[in-house]
């Protein structure tokens, strides 16, 4: 699927592509800095979910799967020397949808499914599926050098 | 709805898919195929005929020419990946669709441990593996070697 077509707020020139398509990992590991993240599923562990959090869709539980890599809630999406961000998507039902990662420079970067990393802006990638709905949420944590 | 009727080569079949829009797949017994065009999901159908070998190959890699181009999207659910319809139909083909998923698996490793999971009932998956989708693939062609289907 074209990207103009799943997230029509993108702005051609804003957006640029950062890696090939990788079946491999996720969003959610690539934001999390550990690519065997996953996504919560109930049985037997074929993702890896951490210990801590519960293997629910919710947000509360993204948060807590998020802290066990360093992540603590913060407030805002500014950039912050030293400091690395994360954005949690949810759709209209409060259902985790994505999650995106800041970049030193401000921008940020998305694994879009299976398909490739993308930089964006933030909110260029909110919207009704197939976007990533909103923001619910901003977690951050010391930027590693 | 447009029909197109193909005899049943493989390559055929998958050139159609490509072109998209392949939405009803019909096979029958001695080899001829049928795929039907729409975008209604009420209209995806399989039929039940018993298939010879050479119709579960094809079945098969129709079904995982479709899950791949039609989970190959922005969204990054895995339950999206593994209930898509197609996945969910090769699960459903049983026990049969084990070495041609090992086979596929050993091909390109992919999201292929939630239906072998499913088919046999083993889970071969050390815990340090879970969500290492190579390591994961690992494991089960080691288990696929150990059981004689590779």
Redesign the interface.
């Known amino acids: ?1 074209h ?1 103009m077509v ?2 029509p707020q993108i702005v051609d020139a804003d957006c640029h592509q950062t890696s090939p ?1 990788d ?7 690539y934001a999390a800095g550990r ?5 919560p ?1 109930p ?7 951490p210990i801590t959090a519960p293997r629910v869709l919710t947000v509360a539980a993204f948060v807590t799967a998020f802290a066990s890599v360093g992540y603590q809630p913060c407030d805002n999406e500014g950039l912050e020397d030293g400091i690395e961000k994360i954005a949690l998507f949810v759709d209209g039902n409060g259902i985790p ?2 999650a995106a990662k800041q970049l030193p420079d401000g921008m940020w970067s998305s ?5 490739e990393d993308i930089t964006h802006p933030l909110r260029q990638v909110e919207g009704p599926p ?3 709905g909103i923001v619910a949420c901003f977690m951050s944590r010391p930027r590693k050098p | 709805m447009p029909e197109v009727l193909i005899s049943s080569t493989q390559s055929a079949i998958v050139a159609g898919v490509t072109t998209g829009h392949v939405r009803l797949l019909h096979f029958r017994t001695g080899g001829a195929i049928s795929l039907m065009t729409g975008e209604d999901e009420a209209d995806r159908d399989v039929s039940l005929h018993a298939p010879d070998t050479d119709d579960l190959a094809i079945r098969f890699g129709v079904l995982v020419k479709i899950w791949r181009e039609e989970t190959t999207t922005p969204s990054s659910s895995y339950i999206d990946i593994v209930m898509h319809w197609a996945y969910q139909r090769i699960i459903g083909m049983g026990a049969v669709a084990v070495p041609m998923i090992l086979a596929e698996l050993r091909r390109e490793p992919d999201h292929w441990g939630w239906a072998l999971e499913a088919i046999t009932g083993d889970h071969p998956i050390p815990p340090e593996a879970a969500g290492d989708v190579e390591a994961i693939a690992a494991a089960w062609l080691a288990w696929g070697d150990a059981h004689g289907l590779l």
């Not at chain 1, 079946?23 to 590991?29: M, Q």
């Not at chain 1, 694994?111 to 398909?115: A, M, Q, T």
């Open positions: 699927m990207l799943a997230f398509q079946r491999l990992y996720n969003c959610i590991g690519r065997q993240f996953w996504w599923i049985g037997p562990p074929l993702t890896f979910w949808t994505h694994k879009l499914g299976k398909l197939p976007s990533y």
